[in-house]
């Protein structure tokens, strides 16, 4: 039996837990910490300017749920009437008609749309199909470009996506998360195995250009022999594209506080850091052998070249970025800007006919380099000929101790014009990332 002495200490169950939470995925530079009220009138300021050259993205948040999963750090409510469901489709056409009073959007169409959520099937087909006329009459998009919509497996019915389809959406996106029935109920999903093959039926019968398919690594009880045998299934439907993301546990997330609360919880405790990231390797490995093609560090695809998904190659490349909906994410000719996270702060100043601003942030030039280069890392390939032309900088040279400690430790491979992320690597970008912030950005709390 071993025993706890001076030299060796068991774990408690409140440090196990610490080791296994937070925050693992970068989403955006400098740090949302940074993203202040003040600076919000720097995002007004940059709706001013045309930017006629830059492709232009639409991001749309629903956050209404069935049931908010334990593992979601998004804002979403559940139980919500469709008569307050319908006053917030209402709302997304007021803010986005204020937006088209912009210069900025004067004359332009979205190259590039995004609903996400929440649950955006959650509503009901004739509020989908009248949420895609208002607000393609408020701001249209271009014939032909990317439209991804987000669909759970228990709310994807036959009717709505043909009203989907209909409305130009080419891309849907299905959060499976597992194939185990038991992992899927301890992580608060609403749907089972079977929902997942019913809708994954139904996408395919309507025809859409590309079906995308998650899976979660990490889930509390789930194992390596669970998580890649949901990795074969997945593959043996053959979609068009299978995403794996890492578990994260952040402060806001009702499997934190579960994790959290009682002492003699019996919620089993989600695998370590390192368990997670040799369980996504593989992962890829599989996907590899299974003939799929990585386009970033969590996305793999059966044809690069077919399914590209601009939405994320845009956005990592500098495109302004319009986002519209409660805590919504907007970037503006060098501006980060987040609406009000709370529904009510949202709907309040969207009614009084002014754009839902929470906080923003302006970047500096250097900051819209870094900024650019650790995104575009996330796709696992870089070239030193668009930071000469766009930007005037040498990547090698600004980033040299950076990308020397990680050549040494076999994450990256360079030649004379490109650094490209090694397998190691780009399974461990989000962890290489924050070396290459500015010092200010280091350390801090990330959200």
């Keep these: 039996m071993i025993q706890e002495t001076a030299d060796f200490h068991v774990p408690t169950r409140d440090e196990k837990i610490s080791a296994r939470t937070g925050n693992y995925f970068v989403a955006a530079y400098p740090p949302f910490s940074k993203w202040v009220e003040d600076q919000n009138s720097r995002y007004t300021d940059a709706l001013q300017t045309p930017a006629l050259t830059t492709p232009l993205i639409l991001y749309m948040h629903l956050p209404f749920c069935e049931k908010r999963c334990d593992f979601c750090y998004y804002l979403s409510y559940a139980g919500k009437s469709r008569n307050e469901v319908?006053?917030?489709?209402?709302?997304?056409?007021?803010?986005?008609?204020?937006?088209?009073?912009?210069?900025?959007?004067?004359?332009?169409?979205?190259?590039?749309?995004?609903?996400?959520?929440?649950?955006?099937?959650?509503?009901?087909?004739?509020?989908?199909?009248?949420?895609?006329?208002?607000?393609?009459?408020?701001?249209?998009?271009?014939?032909?470009?990317?439209?991804?919509?987000?669909?759970?497996?228990?709310?994807?019915?036959?009717?709505?996506?043909?009203?989907?389809?209909?409305?130009?959406?080419?891309?849907?996106?299905?959060?499976?998360?597992?194939?185990?029935?038991?992992?899927?109920?301890?992580?608060?999903?609403?749907?089972?195995?079977?929902?997942?093959?019913?809708?994954?039926?139904r996408l395919q019968n309507t025809g859409f250009d590309c079906v995308n398919l998650d899976l979660i690594v990490g889930l509390p009880g789930q194992t390596d022999d669970t998580f890649h045998d949901s990795l074969e299934q997945l593959i043996d439907l053959n979609p068009d594209s299978i995403t794996l993301y890492q578990l994260e546990i952040p402060a806001n997330t009702p499997l934190f506080h579960k994790l959290n609360g009682s002492r003699g919880s019996t919620l089993p405790l989600p695998p370590t850091w390192h368990e997670r990231h040799k369980r996504l390797m593989d992962g890829y490995t599989q996907l590899d052998s299974a003939g799929y093609s990585r386009i970033s560090a969590y996305t793999a695809v059966r044809e690069p070249e077919k399914h590209p998904f601009l939405y994320q190659t845009l956005q990592y490349s500098g495109c302004n970025m319009v986002g519209i909906g409660a805590s919504s994410f907007s970037y503006i000719n060098g501006v980060h800007q987040q609406n009000h996270a709370s529904l009510a702060g949202y709907l309040e100043s969207v009614d009084h006919h002014k754009l839902p601003l929470s906080r923003s942030y302006s970047l500096s030039s250097d900051e819209q380099v870094i900024r650019e280069f650790i995104l575009q890392l996330k796709l696992g390939h870089i070239k030193q000929d668009y930071f000469l032309s766009k930007f005037d900088v040498d990547i090698f040279t600004r980033f040299s101790s950076q990308l020397e400690i990680l050549d040494n430790d076999g994450w990256i491979e360079m030649d004379d014009d490109s650094i490209s992320l090694t397998h190691e690597g780009l399974a461990r970008v989000d962890e290489a990332l924050p070396r290459f912030y500015l010092n200010d950005h280091k350390s801090i709390r990330y959200s």
């Design 86 to 201: 319908n006053r917030y489709l209402v709302a997304l056409e007021q803010e986005l008609r204020e937006y088209a009073k912009t210069p900025l959007l004067e004359n332009r169409a979205f190259d590039c749309v995004y609903v996400g959520g929440g649950t955006p099937t959650m509503m009901e087909w004739p509020q989908l199909e009248s949420m895609f006329a208002l607000l393609k009459n408020a701001v249209p998009w271009k014939e032909g470009s990317e439209v991804t919509f987000e669909c759970a497996p228990k709310s994807t019915t036959d009717q709505k996506l043909a009203v989907m389809k209909a409305a130009g959406v080419t891309r849907v996106s299905m959060g499976v998360q597992s194939m185990h029935d038991d992992i899927l109920q301890a992580s608060g999903r609403v749907h089972k195995k079977a929902d997942v093959l019913q809708a994954y039926s």
